[in-house]
């Protein structure tokens, strides 16, 4: 009689060697991708900040340093371009005037879809969402003709009201899920205390609101300050930066270029490093 040979079937473990192996090299290859991801973001924003500071000569020159020489002959270039000073005020006041309509309907909008229900509130938040459904250019036409038969057309104030259309869906958004994570029981307790409901709202719920509002503002800022079509197609003296410096593009000399797109980035990075506690606070971050 033959011995029966015995076959394990038992599921094999891996050895406690290597699981530790395995996590290693998964947290190189997501240590290796967010490297990726932020020379991704921050290189191109610092080579446009060395030809900035590099006088037009080592712009226009080659080979390239990869460090600023400090020279400021690109940026007065810039700044004394002829209609450059008159478009950056243009674009910030419509800027301003963008991220002050957009908290001023956002947060309304979103408190009210928060603690409120009423008929139509879903259809209310799909009608918010579809405003960013339709392209621009698609728009553009019936924005013209609406813009010229109602005197709008070539006025910073029309462009605002354009951008605040654009910039409303995240200021209602993000007001709605700041207000969705406050207890309502908070404002009970303040009425109970006396309180009105906007003494409540102004002592209870708008401290923890701040960041949401930051937030939005940020948000509303950055995308009227960078919005380019519209500002091209509704405006022809009062024309943004952005839409001045694509008007010029094909003709202008490169430190004009570098240090235009430099300009463009600088307000939203300075007014980002200004609300960035609340933006912190928002998404739950201690700021040290």
């Given at each position: 009689m033959s011995d029966a040979t015995v076959v394990n079937t038992a599921p094999t473990t891996p050895s406690p060697d290597a699981v530790p192996d395995?996590?290693?090299?998964?947290?190189?290859?997501?240590?290796?991708?967010?490297?990726?991801?932020?020379?991704?973001?921050?290189?191109?924003?610092?080579?446009?900040?060395?030809?900035?500071?590099?006088?037009?000569?080592?712009?226009?020159?080659?080979?390239?340093?990869?460090?600023?020489?400090?020279?400021?002959?690109?940026?007065?270039?810039f700044l004394e371009f002829q209609g450059v000073v008159r478009a950056m005020?243009?674009?910030?006041?419509?800027?301003?005037?963008?991220?002050?309509?957009?908290?001023?309907?956002?947060?309304?909008?979103?408190?009210?879809l928060s603690r409120f229900d009423f008929r139509g509130k879903e259809s209310f938040r799909l009608l918010v969402m579809m405003t960013r459904a339709f392209p621009l250019p698609l728009l553009a036409l019936p924005l013209a003709i609406m813009f010229i038969r109602t005197g709008l057309d070539d006025s910073l104030f029309g462009l605002a009201l354009v951008h605040t259309t654009l910039a409303l869906p995240f200021a209602v958004l993000i007001t709605f899920s700041l207000f969705s994570g406050i207890p309502l029981e908070l404002e009970e307790a303040a009425w109970t205390l006396g309180c009105?409901?906007?003494?409540?709202?102004?002592?209870?719920?708008?401290?923890?609101?701040?960041?949401?509002?930051?937030?939005?503002?940020?948000?509303?800022?950055?995308i009227s300050w960078n919005e380019v079509f519209a500002a091209s197609v509704l405006t022809i003296q009062n024309r943004t930066l952005t839409a001045f410096l694509l008007q010029s593009?094909?003709?202008?000399?490169?430190?004009?270029?570098f240090a235009g797109g430099f300009v463009l980035i600088l307000p939203a990075l300075i007014f980002i490093f200004l609300v960035r506690k609340y933006l912190f606070a928002m998404w739950g971050i201690a700021n040290r």
């Amino acid at each position: 009689m033959s011995d029966a040979t015995v076959v394990n079937t038992a599921p094999t473990t891996p050895s406690p060697d290597a699981v530790p192996d395995f996590r290693k090299r998964g947290r190189f290859w997501m240590r290796a991708a967010i490297v990726v991801l932020i020379l991704w973001v921050l290189l191109p924003i610092w080579l446009l900040i060395v030809n900035t500071l590099s006088s037009p000569e080592q712009v226009n020159g080659f080979p390239k340093s990869f460090f600023p020489s400090f020279d400021m002959g690109s940026l007065s270039f810039f700044l004394e371009f002829q209609g450059v000073v008159r478009a950056m005020m243009n674009s910030a006041i419509v800027a301003g005037l963008t991220m002050l309509m957009s908290i001023l309907l956002g947060a309304p909008a979103g408190y009210a879809l928060s603690r409120f229900d009423f008929r139509g509130k879903e259809s209310f938040r799909l009608l918010v969402m579809m405003t960013r459904a339709f392209p621009l250019p698609l728009l553009a036409l019936p924005l013209a003709i609406m813009f010229i038969r109602t005197g709008l057309d070539d006025s910073l104030f029309g462009l605002a009201l354009v951008h605040t259309t654009l910039a409303l869906p995240f200021a209602v958004l993000i007001t709605f899920s700041l207000f969705s994570g406050i207890p309502l029981e908070l404002e009970e307790a303040a009425w109970t205390l006396g309180c009105t409901r906007i003494g409540a709202f102004r002592k209870v719920v708008w401290p923890l609101i701040m960041p949401g509002i930051a937030a939005s503002a940020v948000f509303a800022f950055v995308i009227s300050w960078n919005e380019v079509f519209a500002a091209s197609v509704l405006t022809i003296q009062n024309r943004t930066l952005t839409a001045f410096l694509l008007q010029s593009l094909d003709v202008s000399p490169m430190p004009l270029k570098f240090a235009g797109g430099f300009v463009l980035i600088l307000p939203a990075l300075i007014f980002i490093f200004l609300v960035r506690k609340y933006l912190f606070a928002m998404w739950g971050i201690a700021n040290r």
